[in-house]
């Protein structure tokens, strides 16, 4: 049987926000903004049926949240992308998870705004039983609430950052994915789900192997 790596997510999560110490009060200011007016809450929510979707596949054409769940579980993983150093961490504790979740029956399904072909190096970077699709213009994630604009003081200090939207994600919006997992049953309801908009915090791959276990 396969086990998850002992090393949580959250001691690397830890890690990387020490190396950036110096912008905790920045960024705890923008969280509590976003907090104040209700980003992520209008979310799916534990016990609710998770909205159907099909969008670009990594792997060339369109995949359905249906055509999955039709073979076991899913985990439904949004994050922001691999220019972010959170996001790095998660997708590789995730990529570690995969044969534990892959023998709990479940398949894991990551989302990115990114194009441009990111989509396909995920994919390639994520062993086991997994996929990839783009949410262009992060249209599914603005259709469930998880998705925000992101507020000029963020924007200016990720282009002074030398990070430019435009070219990661095909758009000038501005709009950013809220950090998101759902572990979503056969029959599409929603058995576990974690939605922070402080993207320093993600789900730990244990909690959903848990959940996925516990249905």
């Not at 570690?96 to 190096?121: H, Y």
Request: aromatic share 10%; hydrophobic share 45%.
């Amino acid at each position: 049987m396969a086990h998850l790596p002992a090393h949580s997510l959250a001691a690397r999560l830890a890690a990387t926000r020490e190396t950036y110490r110096t912008l905790e009060a920045f960024f705890d200011e923008i969280v509590a903004g976003l907090k104040s007016v209700g980003v992520g809450r209008a979310a799916p929510q534990l016990g609710e049926v998770f909205p159907e979707f099909a969008l670009p596949s990594a792997r060339g054409g369109f995949l359905a949240l249906d055509e999955l769940l039709a073979e076991g579980p899913v985990v439904l993983n949004f994050s922001r992308g691999r220019w972010c150093p959170y996001c790095v961490h998660e997708l590789a504790a995730w990529g570690e998870a995969l044969p534990a979740l892959n023998a709990a029956g479940a398949r894991f399904l990551e989302v990115t705004g990114e194009t441009g072909g990111e989509a396909r190096s995920i994919l390639q970077s994520l062993p086991g039983q997994a996929e990839v699709v783009c949410d262009v213009d992060h249209g599914l994630a603005l259709s469930l609430g998880l998705a925000f604009f992101a507020g000029e003081p963020m924007l200016d200090f990720y282009r002074k950052s030398g990070i430019d939207f435009g070219a990661i994600y095909g758009s000038d919006s501005g709009f950013l994915p809220v950090p998101a997992t759902y572990v979503i049953g056969r029959d599409g309801t929603v058995r576990y789900a974690f939605v922070d908009v402080d993207f320093r915090n993600r789900a730990e791959p244990a909690d959903a192997l848990a959940a996925l276990k516990a249905g």
